[in-house]
């Protein structure tokens, strides 16, 4: 490997987050919005939110690993070149995202959007809500975020209802498999989707699995908003049958005038999963982690594609 190491970056902030580093290592600042500060460059992290658009510029650079800032891949590989090898930000955003699927569920189950807008007209509006306590809730999902989410859950006194793609024992924990999810949801009074888009799950949440949701379900989503056909649950939705609160849409972002900004029972927010404060610290320790395991010519973590292959 040549030396010194080269990292690029795409903010000053993510540079200063990285001090101090061992030496031979050269961190520089590149947005991507102009040519690569060097022809050959051994990591290179991508700007957060473009970088589908801006991963096809590395064609005409050697490049040795792309750090990516998101957990979620299913769509990078359209855009990255062959040949690269791409690792996610796995570790980086599960905890936020699983506060704001927390926060979500009490606002939706508390009535909060309500209370906000009785504020905004000075109204002293008292109402008798759903408790989150003695909910059954289902984890569509159990992976980092969704064991995140289990984990805050805890305190709360549900009764957890682990799904992920096989059924399995882990920690004392029975999750259950995918293919029982149709028996599965009418028992519930809680979804909590945090899986990742992509083929296999798109739709999952069909209008078949919202039909069997009892009255009154409430469905969170904090992982891709293909997850759910949004038809189907705008028809549910509007019925008054189920009620939803939404980090993730399909479309994104949500077209003005789409009716899920107006329906009843519908609480928002814009994709906004993983952005707080404690990702700019978390995405620079994984960053020095990678620089620290290829100084010692260890393989890099995270990796999702690997262009070797």
Not at 207 to 224: W, Y
Request: avoid cysteine; proline fraction near 8%.
């Amino acid at each position: 490997m040549p030396h010194p190491l080269v990292v690029t970056v795409p903010t000053e902030q993510l540079a200063e987050d990285l001090a101090p580093l061992p030496d031979g290592v050269d961190v520089l600042v590149w947005s991507m919005d102009g040519p690569a500060p060097r022809s050959h460059l051994d990591i290179v992290v991508p700007p957060y939110i473009s970088a589908d658009r801006v991963l096809p510029m590395l064609a005409e650079i050697d490049v040795t690993l792309v750090q990516g800032q998101s957990i979620g891949w299913e769509h990078i590989g359209q855009h990255l070149p062959t040949g690269l090898t791409f690792a996610n930000a796995s570790s980086v955003h599960e905890t936020s995202t699983a506060e704001l699927a927390v926060a979500l569920t009490l606002a939706a189950q508390r009535q909060i959007p309500d209370f906000v807008r009785a504020q905004i007209s000075e109204r002293w509006t008292t109402a008798f809500a759903p408790s989150l306590a003695d909910r059954r809730v289902l984890l569509l999902g159990y992976g980092g975020i969704g064991k995140a989410v289990a984990a805050r859950l805890a305190g709360f006194e549900v009764e957890l209802v682990p799904v992920a793609s096989r059924a399995r024992e882990e920690d004392g924990i029975h999750v259950h498999g995918v293919e029982e999810l149709k028996e599965l949801l009418p028992t519930v009074d809680i979804v909590i989707l945090t899986l990742p888009g992509g083929a296999s799950t798109r739709h999952i949440l069909d209008d078949d699995a919202l039909a069997a949701l009892p009255d009154g379900a409430l469905v969170v989503n904090v992982g891709r908003g293909e997850l759910i056909d949004t038809d189907a649950l705008v028809a549910h939705v509007e019925r008054g049958r189920i009620r939803a609160a939404l980090d993730v849409t399909d479309p994104e972002p949500l077209t003005p005038g789409h009716p899920l900004w107006t329906s009843p029972g519908v609480l928002i927010s814009p994709h906004v999963g993983g952005a707080s404060s404690a990702m700019g610290p978390r995405i620079a320790r994984l960053v020095r982690t990678q620089i620290e395991r290829m100084l010692r010519g260890e393989p890099p973590i995270n990796v999702v594609i690997d262009g070797a292959r």
